[in-house]
């Protein structure tokens, strides 16, 4: 993903992907209900059987998630998006929720420990991820801070906050699935901020802002607040 400083709406890239959370998510739903033998020969299997409120759980934890990106998508992001990258994080999204989806819908284990912890984290770090977004919103929003760099809010304790808020999120998500090999899917999220996302945005960043970005990135820690 490039870091330009092009505006538009995007609004048909930005359908594209939302429709990837959207479609991750009914699918599993519906393989969950009674409307699922219409499927069976398609996807080879019918009815998702397990544990109702996990499957709740998981459901209502896409829903959240769903809500926020949309609010991210259209309200807090003016950047530009191409169609490749609307359709490429489409099809993550959708693999990823259906995947979650089905496996965290599958166990018939009552609610237990795991389940506990993934709720929180999942919770923990939608809140922290869209808080610092709004955060960050309501302030370039100000006639007199056009053109600065935003350091306050949740962002003064980390400069990429935000996508630390979604790693927090999608650990609690694969946790919930109670398939540990899933956490696999947070990690390569959070190598893909660390090697490839924040080096990006920070060349990006560092480019607009020059000595504010410098002296910024001086007293904040880059990822994880207080750590790193």
């Known amino acids: 993903m490039a870091f330009h400083d092009e505006h538009s709406p995007s609004i048909p890239a930005k359908i594209v992907l939302s ?3 959207l479609a991750g998510t009914l699918l599993p739903a519906v393989l969950m209900s009674g409307y699922a033998d219409g499927l069976n020969d398609l996807l080879n299997y019918g009815r998702v059987q397990g544990n109702s409120w996990r499957q709740i759980i998981i459901l209502s934890c896409f829903l959240v998630y769903f809500i926020r990106l949309i609010i991210g998508l259209f309200v807090f992001l003016n950047r530009k998006i191409s169609w490749f990258e609307g359709g490429l994080v489409s099809f993550l999204f959708f693999m990823t929720f259906y995947l979650f989806g089905v496996s965290a819908g599958s166990h018939p284990e009552p609610i237990g420990l795991l389940d506990i912890v993934g709720i929180i984290l999942f919770l923990a770090g ?19 801070n056009q053109g600065r760099l935003y350091t306050k809010g949740l962002f003064k304790y980390s400069m990429h906050i935000n996508y630390f808020g979604d790693s927090v999120c999608y650990v609690g998500l694969a946790l919930i699935t109670l398939e540990l090999g899933y956490l696999m899917v947070p990690i390569v999220i959070i190598l893909n901020f660390i090697v490839l996302q924040i080096p990006l945005l920070d060349d990006h960043l560092s480019r607009k ?20």
Do not use: D, M
């Open 19 to 21: 429709a990837g959370v």
């Open 209 to 228: 802002y020059e000595t504010e970005f410098r002296e910024y990135a001086k007293r904040t820690k880059k990822f994880v607040p207080f750590i790193y």
């Open 126 to 144: 939608s809140s922290i991820n869209t808080l610092a977004e709004y955060q960050r919103f309501a302030w370039k929003r100000k006639t007199e």
